[in-house]
């Protein structure tokens, strides 16, 4: 099956600085990448996402890339903001429609 | 439709107790999904609906879980026989359906104690 591995577990970032998170996954036919973010307490909610047949894909402060050839995707973020603060998830879905989930990334913006 | 509900929000159980969660999708989302989420850990997948179909179901569930969704609208989660090892959050979600992977709305989610 699918195995998605995420760096950094924690990220501690200034306001105002950029983050940025990778994922790498192992499936191949894997064609969908989300990215959630989970504040304390509250539902994860789905924030950017890029499909297969794209590099890269922009909205706004964030962006998320994607190189298929070595299977990994990344999330970054610019002009971090105190409410930027929160657990941030990758994962990856194929033809199962189920995406495997990355381990999360504390991202802790210090104003 | 406010997005996906779930209830109850928390529910503390005495082990060897059954317990039942209810999730209501988004009534467009043919897809419906539950997943358990421990402190400091991604959602783990429970199990996945089609309509009213069970498509997928994770290995690592016991046969001590199972869930429901009849009519293909909302969908019911049992946990039979409750041990403290089920102590978590339980979440819902829903995507619509086609050839396309969707991402997800997710619930609320049910926070389980088993004591």
């Known amino acids: 099956g699918e195995n998605v591995e995420q760096h950094p577990s924690t990220l501690s970032v200034q306001e105002g600085d950029s983050a940025v998170i990778k994922c790498t996954y192992s499936d191949s036919a894997s064609n969908y990448f989300p990215w959630y973010k989970q504040e304390l307490g509250k539902r994860p909610q789905l924030i950017i996402d890029i499909r297969s047949n794209v590099g890269e894909k922009k909205d706004q402060r964030i962006a998320v890339t994607l190189n298929k050839t070595a299977k990994h995707f990344s999330l970054h973020i610019t002009e971090t903001q105190p409410e930027d603060s929160a657990v941030y998830f990758c994962?990856?879905?194929?033809?199962?429609?189920?995406?495997?989930f990355g381990r999360g990334t504390s991202l802790i913006v210090h104003p | 439709d406010t997005g996906v509900s779930q209830d109850p929000r928390h529910k503390i159980t005495k082990r060897g107790q059954n317990v039942t969660f209810r999730c209501d999708p988004i009534?467009?989302?043919?897809?419906l999904y539950w997943y358990r989420q421990t402190l400091g850990q991604g959602p783990e997948f429970l199990t996945y609906?089609?309509?009213?179909?069970?498509?997928?179901k994770s290995r690592l569930l016991s046969d001590r879980f199972s869930a429901e969704r009849p009519k293909g609208s909302f969908s019911t989660l049992e946990i039979q026989r409750t041990e403290q090892g089920d102590s978590a959050m339980y979440l819902c979600a829903s995507s619509p359906s086609g050839t396309l992977n969707y991402g997800y709305t997710f619930g609320s989610g049910t926070r389980l104690t088993v004591v």
């Open positions: 609906f089609q309509n009213e179909a069970q498509l997928e």
């Open positions: 009534s467009e989302h043919n897809r």
């Open positions: 994962a990856a879905q194929g033809g199962s429609y189920i995406p495997t």
